[in-house]
């Protein structure tokens, strides 16, 4: 079983709903990241969360330490969000790396 | 411009064969990050460096090695070329030690052939 596992893994919307990608994790971790990649391969940081809830335009990202999982929302989804997202987690201890999950390929359409 | 620098941005090389990788971090970050992202294993953290010293390890290979200089660059450099290399290198820069956001570079695409 992977470290980090998201869901779905592929998901296809049409402009203007609401989307919402999750991301479960299984070890100890000190933040949890993420990330956007664009078909041309470009990689933005969107979001570093280690609690609570943050919101940047369309897109808020929460997190519960508790339950080990995180979700990321977009509201009212435009074509130009189609891409993958990646979430990634900081371990903690002396096997601190960051782990990417297998990433969500989101296709919105008109 | 996410103020991260790589180049080169591709590179076509043989089996067997070394290359370095470049990678220029945001003015003010003193952490460099680089990562691998092939077809099969998806995205890989590789190893980390804060202000010239390793800071973390991750999937790197023995044949791989990296360094940060004195004016925060850095460079990967990959020996012993296999097929398997190919994939995209990416670097990314933080103004401190892994629980910040990262400024991604554009990637170096490598191919081995």
């Known amino acids: 079983k992977n470290e980090v596992e998201q869901s779905p893994q592929n998901l296809t919307a049409q402009e203007g709903e609401f989307i919402t990608i999750n991301c479960s994790y299984s070890v100890g971790i000190s933040a949890l990241h993420w990330l956007q990649q664009h078909p041309g391969g470009g990689i933005v940081s969107l979001f570093m969360?280690?609690?609570g809830k943050k919101k940047h335009g369309r897109l808020i990202a929460t997190i519960n330490i508790q339950e080990k999982h995180s979700s990321l929302h977009i509201t009212a989804s435009h074509p130009r969000d189609s891409a993958v997202y990646i979430c990634?987690?900081?371990?903690?201890?002396?096997?601190?790396?960051?782990?990417f999950g297998t990433g969500t390929r989101l296709q919105v359409t008109l | 411009d996410s103020g991260v620098t790589q180049t080169p941005k591709h590179l076509i090389t043989a089996t067997g064969q070394r290359v370095t990788l470049r990678c220029s971090p945001r003015?003010?970050?003193?952490?460099v990050y680089w990562y691998q992202q092939s077809l099969d294993q998806g995205l890989q953290f590789l190893i980390q460096?804060?202000?010239?010293?390793?800071?973390a390890k991750g999937n790197i290979l023995e044949r791989f090695s990296a360094q940060q200089f004195p004016d925060l660059h850095s460079e990967l450099n990959l020996s012993s070329l296999e097929l398997g290399d190919s994939a995209l290198y990416f670097c990314a820069s933080s103004a401190h030690t892994g629980n910040y956001g990262y400024t991604f570079g554009s990637g170096t695409r490598l191919t081995v052939v």
């Open positions: 990634a987690v900081w371990g903690t201890g002396t096997a601190s790396k960051l782990t």
């Open positions: 969360l280690s609690s």
């Open positions: 460096y804060y202000n010239g010293e390793e800071r």
């Open positions: 003015s003010g970050d003193l952490s």
